[in-house]
C-alpha cells in the first residue's frame, strides 16, 4: 500500500470525491460515503481481498456501538411530540421568560427540545409562532431564529443521543455518561454566547439599520398557532402533561446514565452496589427504560396507537443509521490505510494544540461539505492516535471535535435551507443569523474546553 505524502493526496483526493458526489452530483450522504470509502481503498492499494470487509467492518462497529440508542432517542421524541410534552416546555418556558426575555426563553426551548427531536420538527413546529412574536413585540426575526437554530446545534453537535456525538464518543472509546455531563455544560455555555448574546447583537443591528420584515404573509395556520394571538404561546387544543410530567420524559434516561457513569468515582469500583450502576446507567438500558416511561406516560395524550409512534420513529431513524454507519466505514478506511496515523503525526509536527487541532478539522470538513455528522465522525477517525497517546482528557478532545462541527453552516448544508425556509429569512439573514450564530458558538465551546482542560486533574472524570 502507499506510504508517506502520497496518503496526504489520496486524502485530499477522497474528500474531492466526497464533496463533488454530494454538491454536484446531490448523491445521498450514504451512497457518496461508500463510493468514497471504495475509491480511497483502491488508490491507497488495498489488497482487493480486504477492502468490502473493512468497509463493512467500520459500518458494523459504529452501529454495534450507537443504532440501539440511536433509534430509542428517536421513539422518546417522537412520543414527546405527539404527547404534547414539547408545547408544554415550550409554553412554560416563555411564561416565564416574558416577552422582553423572549429570544432567550426560546434558546432555552431550543437547548432542551434539541435533545430528543429533531431540528426540523423543531422548527416546523416553533417557526409560526417566532414570526408572531417578532411581529408583536418588534424583536428581529433573524434574532429569534438565530436562538433556536444555533440553540437546537448546540445539543444536536454536543449531546447524546443524538448520533454525531454519540459515534465520536464510541470512536475515541470514552465513557458516554462522563462525556454527556460535561458535554451538555459546554453546550450551554455555547448557547448563551452564539445563540443569546449574539441573537442580541443581531437585534441590534437590525433596529439602527432599520431592517425588519413586514410579516404581510403570515397566513390564518400561523395565526391559528397561537392561542389568542397576544400571548405567543402555541396553541394546545387536547389536553397534554404537565411541565413535571413532560420534563420527566428527559431527565429519566439522563439521570441514569449519568449515575451510572459517577456511581465508580463517588463510590469506588469495588462498592457492591455499582454493577447495579453499571446496569441501569448503560446507555441502552436507560434509554430503554426512557422510551418505556415516556410511553406509558403519554398514553392519557395523545392520539394514536403507541405501535404506530413506534413504526413511525423506526422510519425516521432508518437513514440516519445509514449515515452515520457509512461515516464509520471512511473512518475505518482511512485508519486501515494508514492515512488517518499519517495525517496526525504531520500536523503535529507543527505544535498545533490537541483541542484547537480537534476543532480545526472538523471545521473545515464540516464547512466543505455541510454534514455535521460525516465532519464529527472523519475527525475522530484521523485522531484517534493521536488523542490517545497526548495528554489531554480524551473527553476534552471530544467535545472539541463536536464544537467543529457546529459552526459557519454554508448552501451546501441541508439544514441551512431549513432555516430559510421556515423562518421566511432571506439567505443572507440566515448567514448571519444562523451560519455565524454557530460559528460564535464553536469558539465559545472551543475557549470553554479549553478553561477545563487547565483542571483535568482535578475535575471529576478528566484524566
Known amino acids: ?9 489520496v486524502f485530499i483526493l477522497s474528500i474531492a470525491v466526497l464533496l463533488i458526489s454530494i454538491l454536484k452530483f446531490k448523491l445521498n450522504a450514504f451512497i457518496s460515503l461508500l463510493i468514497t470509502s471504495l475509491v480511497t481503498s483502491v488508490l491507497v492499494g488495498m489488497p482487493m481481498e480486504e477492502i468490502a470487509s473493512t468497509i463493512s467492518g467500520g459500518f458494523g462497529s459504529t452501529l454495534s456501538g450507537i443504532g440501539i440508542v440511536t433509534g430509542l432517542g428517536v421513539m422518546l421524541g417522537k412520543f414527546m411530540f405527539e404527547s404534547g410534552a414539547i408545547e408544554t416546555i415550550s409554553n412554560a418556558i416563555l411564561d416565564k421568560f416574558g416577552d422582553k426575555n423572549s429570544p432567550s426563553a426560546i434558546a432555552m426551548t431550543g437547548f432542551l427540545t ?20 417578532s411581529k408583536r413585540t418588534g424583536i428581529s426575526l433573524v434574532t429569534f431564529a ?24 464510541e470512536t475515541l472509546g470514552i465513557d458516554v455518561g462522563i462525556f454527556f455531563f460535561y458535554a ?7 448557547t448563551i454566547s452564539g445563540g443569546i448574546l449574539y441573537g442580541k447583537f443581531i437585534d441590534k443591528q437590525d433596529k439602527k439599520n432599520n431592517h425588519f420584515y413586514t410579516f404581510e404573509d403570515i397566513d390564518e395556520e400561523e395565526l391559528g398557532l397561537v392561542n389568542d394571538g397576544a400571548n405567543g404561546e402555541i396553541a394546545v387544543t387536547v389536553e397534554t402533561p404537565s411541565f413535571m410530567k413532560a420534563i420527566s420524559m ?7 446514565i449519568l449515575a451510572g457513569s459517577f456511581a465508580s468515582l463517588t463510590l469506588g469500583d469495588n462498592h457492591p452496589i455499582i454493577p447495579f450502576f453499571k446496569f441501569f446507567g448503560d446507555k441502552n438500558v436507560a434509554m430503554l427504560i426512557g422510551v418505556i416511561y415516556t410511553a406509558i406516560i403519554s398514553i392519557p395524550y395523545i392520539r394514536t396507537e403507541v405501535s404506530q409512534i413506534m413504526n413511525e420513529a423506526a422510519d425516521q431513524v432508518g437513514l440516519v443509521l445509514l449515515i452515520t454507519g457509512a ?9 486501515a490505510t494508514g492515512i488517518a496515523d499519517y495525517i496526525a503525526e504531520t500536523l503535529s509536527g507543527y505544535s498545533i494544540p490537541i483541542l484547537v487541532l480537534c476543532f480545526l478539522i472538523s471545521q473545515v470538513i464540516r464547512c466543505a461539505q455541510g454534514s455535521t455528522t460525516v465532519a464529527l465522525m472523519t475527525t475522530a477517525s484521523i485522531l484517534t492516535g493521536t488523542i490517545a497517546a497526548g ?3 480524551p473527553v476534552l478532545c471530544a467535545i472539541a471535535i463536536c464544537a467543529g462541527g ?14 430559510s425556509r421556515f423562518f421566511k429569512i432571506s439567505v443572507a439573514d440566515t448567514i448571519r443569523g444562523w451560519t455565524f450564530g454557530g460559528f460564535v458558538a464553536g469558539l465559545t465551546a472551543l475557549a470553554f474546553v479549553s478553561i477545563l482542560s487547565l483542571f483535568q486533574g482535578v475535575l471529576p472524570g478528566l484524566m
Do not use: E, H
Open 406 to 419: 457546529m459552526g459557519l453552516s454554508l448552501p451546501n448544508d441541508s439544514g441551512f435551507w431549513a432555516i
Open 1 to 9: 500500500m502507499l506510504t508517506g505524502p502520497l496518503l496526504i493526496w
Open 327 to 335: 461515516g464509520g466505514a471512511f473512518g475505518k478506511v482511512l485508519q
Open 114 to 133: 434539541g435533545i430528543p427531536v429533531f431540528s426540523d420538527v423543531v422548527y416546523i413546529m416553533l417557526a409560526p409562532v417566532l414570526r408572531l412574536l
Open 391 to 393: 495528554n489531554v482528557s
Open 250 to 256: 428527559l431527565l429519566v434516561p439522563i439521570t441514569l
Open 184 to 190: 451538555l455544560i459546554t453546550a450551554f455555555v455555547a
Open 146 to 169: 438565530c436562538a433556536i437554530s444555533v440553540a437546537t446545534t448546540c445539543t444536536y453537535s454536543l449531546v447524546i443521543p443524538t448520533p454525531a456525538p454519540l459515534a465520536v464518543s
